[in-house]
């Protein structure tokens, strides 16, 4: 029989050396992780590949038997077993069993409204990183026996290290047990717990089921990532063009495999899923994410005959059936499969999971096909991919999909959704919901917003702050509308703290008084949203449908650019706000032309301050920082582009380039255009961007683990036009691919070095207009209307002859009396002069500009 770690082993050399049961027990698979580029693949788990229930929960228990051993009864009873979330919730709780009478708790990555986090932590090489412990009662961690920590793999030991670290700090204790499956430690680990426990005056034993190492050679994440990039773009080439819609079953493979292609349309109607009503006892958890105590497990024993006698009779004779848990929602269905194996049918068990993993149909490989369909929980760091693995091709004729009430949405039912993707691979698919478990002490009230002190949940917790410490040591999810922003959820994620209540709109005037005067930076404060009159959105109308084309053309132009250049599947990074709708439209057209969902998220970058160290860290946790793309809407002189530059020398991964829309100062190589017109989305403020105010960086409101600040101008919603907008453009995608084909085609041909001459222009103008400093020069059009719109203008400089790109400048420019001068030898079609050594004086009782001579 071929080791399932084959395939790896022979292209990277990777070596898996250790007991001679370690083949037996893992498997090794590519993905796509900063980290690490290899998986270890346990075949007893439960999570990827699809095994016997006995031999999972078998697995577990006896390692919780070999707990209780090492520790003696009486200590034992006086244990608190922790598993660690997604993988290792069912192998915790499993433990729990073995351990005898211990309650069970697992961390969670799903905040839950209204309970409180009593602690939190990171874990350094997962897709997903941050880990919330939401106990109903939490006393239970500071119960003073020894904490059981259980993970599937022991490798750095930095998640433990991380956990204890968190928790000894807020609740001492004298012993703690780390379990897991294999103990993959080097040696260069091995002496860390010792000297760890040395240092914190506790006691750390290690069980583990069995031990070795992997052998890495050098280079081997580099190789595994170009593997996997090889891989993917391969997928994403042999896949049909879409129009909105995912293609295929979003499996990979490699050479000499035979690709999974997607399914066509279904002879007949789609069959409809079986709901079994599983009979749950009424406030019996779900799982361990609020605790899980000896006496929950007395009513679940006692409940699972009658469970599973409804789920056989609606299998009927189904002869291989897969029961299939919900990502952290592993141990009450593997405990179903159980209770069914039990009863004499033939049974497998696994769970889906957030975990991107290459997929190559090779008996050599551990994770042969792949499903893919959107998250259907509403999870908080919004809309994704989710994945079962070896499900496809397995031989079931029956399903049983196993989730908590939460994920029981119309997501699931969709066409693409879970159901819908079982059901072209198995004949007969069962659906039993387990109701999601709400902690009695949940207060009604929502969760609070991001970045912001979080209260008790209870008022015993206001004066026990160690028991629910007042603030997570996480980083928030992203912000998305409705919620913040008029943007849809899945159009972005918004990396920014929720400032809407906060009064920081200052006078123009006064505002620009105190940045020139250096008592105040642009990013402490707001100008006053600029209301425009019907002339001048008449204008914004006209000059949107005049170049609503032109735009879709360099739309187009960046993505694929981006897409060619960056792999099939960048993450785009918008620099908050003007850089918003462009990455928006990108994404649309991503998804338009080939069926790509990319992420998308915005964040604050100032000058002067550099870009959010706190969202950098957000995306290095939760993607490869080599596929982050930033984008933003145009470049000026090249100031954020330099400004970006210099801030990513501290972070390692990430490219520091821009992609942007328009580049007419050639400062950047990716773009759609150098051309310098009107973009509209630069004619109006936060109603054409979602109703975001620009970002605000003050030391009082952003603290050093807190996002960049933003307000949503909900107020705003009668004027907002930020849908309209993309929305028209859009709609000229089609009319423009054949375009936009040749032009990337020859601008990936072409030598796209930026010159810079745009930074030349605006140096030669500071000096020939006495102006002496190149901040206050804004050249392009989208710049010198935010002159207009936010600052105090002194002069306009327009390109002789340009035309109606500069109808709206000039119209804004007579608004404010500033005076419009046309000038040759011009690199944009017009450049704005911010009013040079500003006072109020600069400006009369009628706030329009005095003309300084």
């Known amino acids: 029989m071929v080791w399932s770690g084959t395939w790896v082993a022979e292209r990277l050399g990777v070596e898996l050396k250790g007991d001679d049961q370690l083949p037996d027990l893992l498997g090794l698979a590519l993905r796509r992780n900063p980290k690490r580029a290899h998986l270890l693949v346990s075949n007893v788990l439960g999570k990827h590949v699809p095994q016997r229930p006995g031999v999972v929960h078998g697995h577990g228990h006896a390692l919780g038997r070999r707990v209780r051993e090492l520790l003696g009864p009486e200590e034992a009873a006086r244990s608190l077993v922790l598993g660690y979330a997604e993988t290792a919730t069912g192998l915790g709780h499993s433990v729990a069993d073995g351990l005898g009478s211990a309650p069970y708790l697992h961390s969670t990555r799903r905040p839950v409204a209204g309970v409180a986090a009593a602690g939190g932590f990171e874990e350094s090489h997962s897709h997903a990183t941050s880990h919330l412990l939401l106990p109903e009662d939490p ?263 196993v989730v908590d009430s939460v994920a029981d949405t119309p997501a699931l039912h969709a066409p693409g959704g879970l159901l819908d993707r079982l059901a072209a691979h198995i004949p007969h698919v069962v659906l039993a919901v387990v109701p999601s478990y709400v902690p009695r002490n949940a207060t009604p009230a929502t969760l609070p917003a991001p970045a912001t002190a979080q209260a008790p949940a209870t008022a015993t917790e206001a004066t026990e702050a160690t028991e629910a410490p007042e603030r997570s040591s996480m980083l928030p999810e992203p912000l998305r509308g409705p919620a913040f922003s008029s943007y849809a959820p899945e159009e972005v994620g918004w990396l920014l703290q929720d400032l809407s209540d906060v009064e920081l709109e200052a006078p123009t005037e006064e505002r620009e008084e105190a940045i020139q005067s250096g008592g105040a930076h642009y990013a402490e404060s707001l100008p006053v949203e600029y209301q425009p009159s019907e002339h001048y959105q008449r204008l914004y109308a006209s000059a949107l449908d005049a170049s609503a084309a032109r735009i879709a053309r360099a739309v187009g132009t960046v993505t694929e650019t981006v897409l060619a250049e960056r792999g099939p599947r960048p993450v785009l990074v918008s620099l908050a706000r003007a850089g918003t709708p462009v990455g928006v439209l990108m994404r649309r057209w991503a998804r338009h032309r080939h069926g790509v969902d990319l992420p998308h998220y915005a964040v604050s970058i100032v000058r002067g301050r550099g870009i959010d160290a706190n969202a950098l860290r957000w995306l290095a946790e939760h993607h490869d920082p080599a596929d982050v793309v930033f984008v933003d809407g145009w470049t000026g002189k090249g100031a954020i582009t330099r400004e970006l530059a210099q801030a990513l020398g501290e972070f390692d991964g990430f490219v520091p380039e821009i992609a942007v829309l328009a580049d007419p100062g050639s400062c950047v190589r990716t773009y759609g255009t150098r051309e310098d017109f009107l973009i509209p989305s630069a004619c109006l403020n936060s109603t054409v961007s979602g109703l975001i105010s620009r970002t605000v960086l003050r030391a009082d409101l952003v603290g050093p683990h807190d996002f960049h600040g933003a307000k949503f101008y909900r107020e705003l919603a009668g004027a907002d036009v930020s849908n309209a907008f993309l929305d028209t453009v859009s709609a000229r995608f089609d009319e423009v691919a054949d375009e936009v084909d040749t032009e990337v085609k020859e601008l990936l041909a072409a030598d796209r070095t930026p010159t810079w001459e745009g930074w030349a222009a605006v140096e030669r103008i500071s000096e020939e207009y006495g102006i002496h400093d190149v901040n206050l020069v804004k050249p392009g059009v989208g710049e010198t209307t935010r002159v207009l719109l936010r600052r105090v203008p002194w002069k306009i400089l327009a390109k002789r002859g340009a035309g109606a790109d500069l109808a709206h400048v000039r119209l804004l420019a007579e608004q404010r009396g500033v005076p419009v001068e046309e000038v040759d030898d011009l690199p944009y079609s017009c450049v704005g002069l911010i009013h040079p050594r500003f006072t109020r004086g600069a400006t009369g009782a009628d706030g329009k500009a005095v003309v300084s001579q």
């Open 139 to 401: 006393r239970l961690l500071a119960t003073p026996g020894p904490l059981v920590l259980v993970d599937d793999e022991f490798s750095t030991g930095n998640t433990v290290l991380n956990t204890i670290r968190d928790l000894h700090a807020r609740h001492p204790r004298e012993r703690y047990v780390i379990v897991a499956l294999v103990d993959m430690r080097s040696a260069a680990d091995l002496g860390r717990l010792e000297s760890f426990g040395h240092e914190i005056g506790a006691r750390i034993d290690l069980v583990a089921g069995a031990t070795g190492t992997v052998r890495l050679p050098e280079g081997v994440l580099e190789k595994g990532q170009a593997l996997v990039t090889a891989h993917e773009t391969a997928a994403v080439a042999d896949a049909p063009l879409a129009s909105g819609s995912a293609s295929g079953s979003g499996a990979a493979f490699g050479s000499g495999a035979a690709p999974q292609q997607p399914r066509g349309p279904r002879t007949g109607p789609a069959p409809t899923p079986v709901r079994v009503d599983l009979g749950w006892p009424e406030g019996l958890p779900d799982g361990g994410r609020h605790g899980f105590t000896p006496a929950h497990a007395a009513a679940l024993d006692a409940a699972l005959p009658g469970m599973a006698a409804r789920l056989s009779a609606a299998l009927g004779d189904a002869r291989r059936v897969l029961v299939l848990g919900f990502e952290e929602l592993m141990y009450a269905p593997l405990r179903l499969a159980l209770a069914l194996e039990r009863s004499g049918t033939d049974v497998r068990y696994s769970t889906t999971t957030r975990s991107p993993v290459l997929a190559v149909d090779d008996p050599g490989y551990a994770i042969r096909t792949r499903l893919v369909f959107p998250a259907h929980d509403e999870p908080a760091d919004g809309p994704g991919e989710r994945y079962a693995y070896n499900v496809a091709g397995g031989g079931f004729d029956a399903v049983v999909a």
